[in-house]
Each structure stands twice: as structure tokens, then as C-alpha cells.
T-cell receptor, first 114, second 110 residues
Framework: KAGVTQTPRYLIKTRGQQVTLSCSPISGHRSVSWYQQTPGQGLQFLFE???????NKGNFPGRFSGRQFSNSRSEMNVSTLELGDSALYLCASSSRGRGQETQYFGPGTRLLVL | GENVEQHPSTLSVQEGDSAVIKCTYSDSASNYFPWYKQELGKRPQLIIDIRSNVGEKKDQRIAVTLNKTAKHFSLHITETQPEDSAVYFCAARGADKLIFGTGTRLQVFP
């Protein structure tokens, strides 16, 4: 099976702009989680989608939003970008997102906000 | 809220030595504990995981131990090699989401 893919891989934006990132999970996986990775902060959970519904949300402001389509592909959107939003954004997929399942990560989208 | 603490943040060892990374978690309902390795510029990759009904699991040079009473788990790498150099993340899953530690940067010197 093909792995988790993310597009674009790199992005440069300026403060105040908005950005949309895309994640395609492994075929058959219905759960997609998003993480923000910054140096020293590890992987911070943003949200999780399952069957087109947001099932969990982390402690991020409302500028961060997401959605999931019927084919399980997911997008996340960040509006009114701030310098502190510069990070590597990772998505991970799993079959149901529950129990003792493995999550598989995509390569990430590196966002730089100037 | 749920929290996973990971120590140390950096670890330097000589090739052939052992490395130990420790994590503690707060959610007593956690029942799944994966460890991920992230090499520079690459995605995190699962290297080993342990479930709450098991106290120890080994895979070649890597082992993980779990103490549910104390709510901590550890990663042990024996006979370290330069290619083990990476950032290692522990994680714990409770009722819903997977919570990650802040990572340990392991450097193995030849």
C-alpha cells in the first residue's frame, strides 16, 4: 500500500495570509490526525478526523481548522498566519484511530511564515 | 489534562554502549505506548510499541518496558550504532488521542 502523503511539502507565506495543507491517508484508513512539530515542543496534537467528523481537538486557537472528505483525505487550514505558526505540520493515519492501533505518519509540510 | 514527560532531552553515547530513554504519563486509562524514531528531515517511524497487558517487549537491539503502577515506560537500545542517531519520541494513548513526549535527541559517537 502507498504510504501517507502530504502536499505541499514546503510553503512560504507572510503574516496575515491563510494556508491550506492536504493529507492523503493510507488506503482503507479512516482516521487522520494532525500534529504541529516545532523544535523543543515535540509533536503537539491539533485535531483528529474520523469518517468526516472531527472527533478530538487539541489546544490550538480557532485559526486552526480542518475537514475530512468522504474518501478520508483531510485538509487543515490556518487563517491569519502568525510568525509562531512556522513549523512542520504532520498528519498521521490509522484504521479507526482507537485502541492499540499504529499511526503512520506522512512526510510533513514545512511552513515558514515571514 | 493528559501529559507525557520524556527524559532526557539529549543523550550522547559511545558506539556500542546502551541508551535508555524514560517517559511518564498522567492518564491512568492509557493502554498503548508506541515509540517513534525521527531522523533528520524525515517522518517519524514506529520502531516498537507495547500494550498495557505486557510488561516488556524486545525486538533485536531494542526493548521497551512498562510499569503501569508507576505510570512509566522506557526504551532501551543496546549495542548502539551511529545509525541509531535520531530523535526518539514516546507516546501514550488513553481513551482517545495519542499524546507525545517532547523527544530525546540521541547522538551515537563512533
Amino acid at each position: 500500500k502507498a504510504g501517507v502523503t502530504q502536499t505541499p511539502r514546503y510553503l512560504i507565506k507572510t503574516r496575515g495570509q491563510q494556508v491550506t495543507l492536504s493529507c492523503s491517508p493510507i488506503s482503507g484508513h479512516r482516521s487522520v490526525s494532525w500534529y504541529q512539530q516545532t523544535p523543543g515542543q515535540g509533536l503537539q496534537f491539533l485535531f483528529e478526523y474520523f469518517s468526516e467528523t472531527q472527533r478530538n481537538k487539541g489546544n490550538f486557537p480557532g485559526r486552526f481548522s480542518g475537514r475530512q472528505f468522504s474518501n478520508s483525505r483531510s485538509e487543515m487550514n490556518v487563517s491569519t498566519l502568525e510568525l509562531g505558526d512556522s513549523a512542520l505540520y504532520l498528519c498521521a493515519s490509522s484504521s479507526r484511530g482507537r485502541g492499540q492501533e499504529t499511526q503512520y505518519f506522512g512526510p510533513g509540510t514545512r511552513l515558514l511564515v515571514l | 489534562g493528559e501529559n507525557v514527560e520524556q527524559h532526557p532531552s539529549t543523550l550522547s553515547v559511545q558506539e556500542g554502549d546502551s541508551a535508555v530513554i524514560k517517559c511518564t504519563y498522567s492518564d491512568s486509562a492509557s493502554n498503548y505506548f508506541p515509540w517513534y524514531k525521527q531522523e533528520l528531515g524525515k517522518r517519524p517511524q514506529l520502531i516498537i510499541d507495547i500494550r498495557s497487558n505486557v510488561g516488556e517487549k524486545k525486538d533485536q537491539r531494542i526493548a521497551v518496558t512498562l510499569n503501569k503502577t508507576a505510570k512509566h515506560f522506557s526504551l532501551h537500545i543496546t549495542e548502539t550504532q551511529p545509525e541509531d542517531s535520531a530523535v526518539y519520541f514516546c507516546a501514550a494513548r488513553g481513551a482517545d488521542k495519542l499524546i507525545f513526549g517532547t523527544g530525546t535527541r540521541l547522538q551515537v559517537f563512533p
